[in-house]
């Protein structure tokens, strides 16, 4: 799972340690954490999951 986000303060070891103190399993949290300029949406402002999807792999 990877986490796009347009926050710049987010990282992994944050998200893992919330997680845990929560009692949530660490599958639940995203492996890799992507900083993004901007959310990619469609023009009907739902999110472009094919292009988000191209950009995580890339």
Do not use: F
């Amino acid at each position: 799972m990877i986490l796009l986000t347009t926050i710049d303060s987010a990282d992994r070891a944050a998200l893992l340690a919330q997680a845990k103190n929560e009692g949530y399993a660490e599958i639940g949290v995203p492996r890799k954490v992507m900083h993004i300029d901007k959310m990619l949406v469609l023009g009907t402002g739902k999110i472009d999951c094919v292009s988000a999807n191209k950009l995580a792999v890339a």
